[in-house]
């Protein structure tokens, strides 16, 4: 007889698709044979996982179509199943599995659509939090701005693709209108941003790009400037940083701030 | 909670339900989709001011050998705090082995081993968020050979041994008694009827297995006439609760859950009617 611990070990098997003889001699059979009563269990874990990367990479989907969509979800569910209960946040691994995929091999773009859908589905179940905002900025002397680590805003990030992926994005939505995306018309840099009520994100040049990108990695604000101006010298730091102030891609989580709030009145 | 009937609230309703307020006894949520920072969970906080709420979990694994994972069981505990439902569920089964998660409520063997199992981690569970939880029964598509108690015998000891109560989903009767094999009146015989806190009412679809039948717990239609028959005699026997109309595929126009729902709450003012005229 199995213990209950190799009994769930080899249901684990069982259900990741191997043979699991033991398993299926201490299921009762019937009419309905051990075997067939089994892979209701297989098909619900599958069919229910599939459904769940379906909802977060819904623009994926839309593009291959349901069936293509199914049969490379399953692949990749057999591969890499949750490690927690929460399926928002189940799929990390998506966009790279679709990137190695071979029957998708003809649409080249389609992994930088599943990293966009992706950083979507983080930005909308991220936390709401505090943004930086020009006031912030107004209440420290100069000197401290420049030396201001920064940080993005939960769920912020930026991704940059060799596809114009933005323009693909929007025409595989319900309801979008039925054009056609040229591929040869670049490549593309995001910003995807929480919003109050959903996810979004919008266009940035390639220099905000890559001061985003230094933000991101914590750099302070005249590190992250400087990278800008590397890659373009026509970089303008006064307008790009009140961009994304305005858009509050900026968080207002560095201790100097802590400090001001903790003296304010 | 009071004896009424209420609705499983789901995502394609969640905006309707905020914005109408339609009258339900109460709404039922899934703990696992509440648990990051999405907007939906500032919606359902809202709500609150107007309905009551019980708090469903489908991840906790209260069966799993390994016991309850830490981070998940903190997460919950934490959306209890936060929303501070009536009622707090999960069922008896397990979905997590080995690190992965299955997102199914995987089957159990009915045995001491397996009892003492469920037994530490419900009270684990009912310790950390310091309340009695509910249990449910799950829908079952096979049977162990090794089991030695029948589900509602170990649903017993489980109360009795850890003070939990029980959620009775009578669908899930109907399911696992026609999958089994089972008389559906015989499982209901014998229960703690003071630890029944809440019943589930859903739909099932019929499938072929290998050119039998059997019915999958899929939430996917209205509740069946069957169900519905059954929840006649759950009622005669253990009397009104708490009863929930759950809707997961296939979700239709809310009117429609709240249709189900208002004839649960009619078969439990009629129960609760001749409890009236009796005493």
Redesign the interface.
């Known amino acids: 007889?199995?213990?209950?611990?190799d009994?769930?070990?080899a249901?684990?098997g069982m259900?990741k698709g191997e043979d699991q003889p033991r398993l299926e001699a201490?299921?009762?059979g019937?009419?309905?044979?051990?075997a067939?009563?089994?892979?209701?269990?297989r098909h619900?874990?599958e069919q229910?996982?599939v459904a769940?990367l379906a909802a977060t990479f819904s623009a994926v989907q839309a593009i291959v179509g349901e069936d293509f969509f199914r049969a490379m979800a399953r692949c990749y569910v057999a591969g890499d199943?949750?490690?927690?209960?929460?399926?928002?946040?189940y799929g990390a691994g998506f966009p790279a599995f679709v990137a190695g995929y071979e029957p998708s091999a003809s649409l080249p773009y389609l992994a930088d659509v599943a990293r966009l859908d992706w950083a979507l589905n983080l930005a909308?179940?991220?936390?709401?939090a505090n943004h930086l905002t020009v006031a912030d900025l107004s209440s420290l002397p100069a000197e401290r701005v420049a030396e201001l680590p920064l940080a993005l805003a939960?769920?912020a990030a930026v991704l940059h693709s060799s596809y114009p992926i933005d323009r693909i994005w929007q025409v595989s939505q319900p309801g979008a209108a039925d054009e056609t995306v040229d591929l040869g018309a670049g490549g593309v840099n995001l910003l995807v941003l929480?919003r109050?009520?959903?996810a979004a994100f919008v266009r940035v040049s390639d220099a905000e790009g890559a001061f985003l990108s230094a933000a991101g990695r914590g750099e302070t604000l005249e590190e992250a400037a400087e990278v800008g101006f590397r890659t373009d010298g026509a970089f303008d730091l006064s307008t790009t940083f009140t961009r994304l102030l305005a858009l509050k891609a900026i968080a207002a989580t560095q201790h100097h701030f802590a400090e001001r709030v903790e003296k304010a009145p | 909670m009071r004896a009424v009937a209420g609705i499983g609230l789901r995502a394609p309703h969640l905006a309707e339900v905020a914005h109408d307020r339609p009258a339900t006894g109460f709404l039922e949520v899934h703990a696992?989709?509440y648990?990051?920072?999405?907007?939906a969970l500032?919606t359902v906080e809202r709500a609150r001011a107007d309905y009551e709420f019980s708090l469903h979990a489908?991840?906790?694994?209260l069966g799993?050998?390994?016991g309850i994972?830490d981070?998940?069981l903190e997460?919950v505990a934490a959306l209890a705090e936060r929303l501070a439902p009536a009622l707090i569920s999960d069922h008896l089964a397990?979905?997590?082995?080995?690190?992965?998660?299955?997102?199914?409520l995987?089957?159990?063997?009915y045995?001491e081993?397996?009892l003492d199992?469920v037994v530490r981690n419900v009270q684990r569970l009912q310790d950390r968020l310091k309340r009695q939880v509910l249990v449910e029964n799950p829908s079952c598509?096979?049977?162990?050979?090794?089991s030695t108690l029948s589900e509602p015998a170990f649903l017993g000891e489980l109360v009795r041994r850890s003070g939990c109560g029980l959620l009775l989903d009578v669908n899930n009767i109907v399911v696992t008694a026609h999958?089994?094999?089972l008389d559906p009146a015989a499982w209901l015989a014998d229960l703690p009827a003071s630890a029944i806190g809440e019943y589930h009412l859903a739909g099932h679809a019929v499938?072929d297995?290998?050119g039998?039948p059997?019915l999958?717990d899929d939430h996917g239609s209205r509740v069946s006439g069957e169900v519905w028959s059954l929840f006649d005699a759950v009622l005669d026997r253990y009397g009104p609760r708490p009863t929930l109309v759950e809707w997961d595929t296939d979700i239709p126009a809310l009117g429609i859950l709240l249709e189900e729902a208002a004839r649960a709450d009619h078969a439990l003012e009629v129960r609760a009617g001749a409890d009236a005229r009796a005493a």
């Open positions: 007889m199995l213990g209950l611990r009994l769930q070990a249901f684990a259900v201490a299921v009762v019937d009419a309905i044979p051990a067939a009563r089994l892979r209701v269990y619900h874990v229910s996982l769940a199943l949750p490690r927690q209960p929460v399926l928002a946040e909308f179940h991220s936390p709401a939960p769920g929480r109050e009520d959903d | 696992e989709n648990l990051t920072g999405s907007p500032r489908v991840g906790l694994s799993s050998v390994e994972d981070t998940h997460r397990w979905s997590a082995s080995g690190g992965r998660y299955f997102n199914d995987l089957p159990l063997p045995s081993e397996a199992v598509y096979l049977g162990f050979a090794q999958n089994l094999g499938n297995a290998d039998a059997i999958i």
